[in-house]
């Protein structure tokens, strides 16, 4: 059948990946994205260099698939999912900057709406809590302070998914407008039970539903690659767009979680932690949010065609990494940060709360900011490395024990993203949680679940017993240490969030 091409537009880069029928990623281009930040709690891309970057990965991969004669059966899109872009369909630019999904922009307008009364109704038909993480009140402020100006026959407001399928198929000249009910369910304006959009919503928001785009199965023919699209690409011309869904829904779908109850965790720019809650949308539990896992349409065999699934959610995880990075420089590549922290026994009673953009699950405190607490003069690069490390394992138990509260233990937990090849980070996490940790053979499950999908769709793989039969073990990690000792290292983390929390209100 070939193989499948997967385009990841995440949050720091674009990345185009080539999937063989074995599952195995082949080959892979990247191309990073300029981070915008024009005042505190600001977050920006350039959405058309978001573009550009699909242009420049699917040109590279492409040349090397043309040049071994390998057939491309279908391309899968999975991106950084609450993001808000505007674009004018007429003439194919963008009306603004994307507004990430880690901007805080809007914190006061969701606290307008709570003050309201809203929150139950936005609750029960999203899933959802009322964030600024969330599309629907950037797009409002586009609208409005943004400077977008009155709606138009011709808006377009998406997320990445959409805008880049927009463009993989033709722009202007014809594009398919759609999105899928992972990423559309993370707007605030998506009923998640109808898996409709709902008028109610938009009319509360103050969001044009004639702007919005069409939803459809997250797995199932999209559309075409234009011939026009990516100069050059000969190999995809006419391929069929037939997967999209959100990277963490595509990441839980990417880890073979098919069953009600498997979990996964992506340690990503953020830390996402996502249980199979299988065909009935589950009542969102305090400091959780209910969302749809997948929609496969006429591909989804004898469970149907929707899973839902309870989703933890953390803003900073691999961006501290980068901070330390870029900001400090205490390490020079991101690939240092587990020797440093491993160099360390502990982090000598320093704990690191990376609340740079507030704090998500499940404290949903939009003022938290960032601290590192506990400082001594013997603590150097190496204990605020492995504070770090720390804080990530710790945010996760965050997320796993209200998913423990609310649906039962964990039985095993899938770990994947970039962090998840340190060692270190895997076992810490294991101590937490109390449960195996396991990371597959390749830890690429975002881009994976896309090409899955897509794949699904267009009959590279039969079923999703196939794809579970795809997923192999590479690494194991049990608890090491007792359960007493793992508290008291968790009860300092919680005095340090202790301190983050709602440091930014004026």
Known sequence: MGSVVAVDAGTTGVRALVVDETGQVVDLA??????HYPRPGWVEHDASEIWQAVVGTLHEVTARLDKAHTPVAAIGLTNQRETAVA??????????????????????????????????????????????????????????????????????????????????????????????????????????????????LCELFG???????????????????????VPGADALAGVPVSGIAGDQQAALFGQACFEPGMVKVTYGTGSFV????????PEAPDGLLATIAWDLGEHGGPNGPVAYALEG???????????????????????????????????GGVAMVPAFTGLGSPWWDPRARGTITGLTRGAGRAQIARATVEAMAYQ????????????????????????AAMGLLLQLQADQVRTAVVRPRSVESTALGAATLAGLATGVWGSLQDLGALWTLD????????????????AGWLRAVGRARDWGRP
């Open 475 to 490: 690494v194991e990690h049990t608890p090491r240490t007792d359960r007493e000792s793992a508290d008291l290292l968790y």
């Open 207 to 229: 969001v044009p539903l004639g702007a919005l785009a069409e939803v459809r199965p997250s797995c199932g023919r999209f559309g075409s690659l234009h011939p026009d699209a």
């Open 396 to 419: 996760v138990r965050d997320m796993v024990d209200a998913m423990t509260t609310a649906s039962g233990p964990v039985a095993q937990l899938r770990a994947d993203g970039g962090a």
């Open 30 to 35: 990247y191309r990073e994205i300029t981070q």
């Open 274 to 281: 996502l249980v199979n809650a299988g065909a009935t949308c």
């Open 87 to 200: 674009w004018d369909r007429r003439t194919g630019r963008p009306l603004h900057r994307a507004i990430v999904w880690q901007d805080r922009r809007t914190a006061e307008r969701c606290d307008e709406l709570r003050a309201g009364g809203h929150l139950p109704l936005v609750r029960s038909r999203t899933g959802l809590v009322l964030d600024s993480y969330f599309s629907a009140t950037k797009y409002a402020w586009m609208l409005g302070p943004g400077g977008i100006g009155a709606p138009s026959g011709d808006l377009a407001l998406g997320t990445v998914d959409s805008w880049v399928l927009w463009n993989l198929t033709g722009g202007v000249a014809g594009g398919i407008f759609a999105t899928d009910p992972t990423n559309a369910g993370r707007t605030l304006l998506f009923d998640i039970h109808e898996r409709e959009w709902s008028e109610e």
């Open 313 to 347: 959610s953390t803003f900073v995880s691999g961006a501290a990494i980068q901070w330390l990075r870029d900001g400090l420089g205490i390490i020079e590549r991101s690939e240092d940060m587990g020797p440093l922290a491993e160099s360390v026994p502990d982090s």
